[in-house]
């Protein structure tokens, strides 16, 4: 079965700040990644997605990850923060057999003005 | 198109009653999902349904039931709550198993 890691529980970043959020996966076949964002009170929104292909996935929002096999990681960056951006970020992955759907435990971002 | 709905958005309920979540999809997808969401525990599958007319257990289905009612529809049931299922749960779809999934926007659960 599949897993995820999200090594970071809480980061917190300036507004206007660069941002990296890491994602590890274990999974012995070629994954489908997923980055979701949970805004306080909300449900989960679909920010990009990896099935195949390019290896370098834009987003919403100004959202971008990067896939690499050699590393089993599938971290988000996102140039500049805005203070909108402040949420929970969940990587997740997907596979076409048996428990389909894994959730990292997700990060908490916080963004200072 | 409304999306995911889910009912109700809260619920206190006392330990041993029972209650079904309703979840409804307009998207005519296939497959829909039941998670739950505790802290510091990301999303936890509960149980999901690939088609209409299948179900299956996720990682965390003890204490719960789910019925996929048509291609619209799936509930989830707690047949004799506990308060270790006082969490938020989020009903989700997706067009195929390994498609982008979709979420309703929750049901706060708490059982005294």
């Known amino acids: 079965a599949q897993s995820v890691t999200q090594p970071d529980i809480h980061i917190t970043v300036s507004e206007g700040a660069s941002l990296e959020l890491r994602c590890n996966y274990s999974y012995g076949a070629t994954p489908y990644l997923f980055w979701y964002v949970q805004s306080p009170g909300q449900g989960l929104q679909l920010l990009l997605k990896y099935f195949s292909g390019d290896t370098l996935v834009q987003g919403i929002k100004g959202f971008e990850a990067e896939f690499k096999r050699s590393q089993s990681s599938f971290n988000l960056r996102k140039p500049s923060v805005h203070w909108s951006d402040a949420a929970e970020y969940f990587c997740a992955v997907g596979a076409n057999y048996g428990q389909n759907f894994v959730f990292g435990p997700g990060t908490r971002l916080s963004v200072l003005p | 198109n409304a999306g995911v709905t889910q009912t109700p958005k809260f619920q206190v309920l006392k330990t041993g009653q029972s209650m079904t979540l309703q979840c409804a999809q307009d998207?005519?997808?296939?497959?829909m999902y039941w998670y739950r969401q505790d802290p510091g525990m990301g999303l936890r599958l509960i149980y999901y349904?690939?088609?209409?007319?299948?179900?299956d257990k996720g990682e965390v289905p003890n204490g719960y039931n789910v019925s996929r009612l048509n291609k619209r529809e799936f509930s989830l049931r707690l047949e004799s709550a506990a308060p270790s299922q006082t969490s938020v749960y989020f009903c989700?779809?997706?067009?195929?198993?390994?498609?982008?999934?979709?979420f309703g926007p929750g049901t706060r659960l708490t059982v005294l």
């Open positions: 998207m005519n997808h296939n497959s």
């Open positions: 989700a779809s997706s067009s195929s198993l390994v498609d982008t999934q979709y």
């Open positions: 349904s690939a088609s209409e007319g299948t179900t």
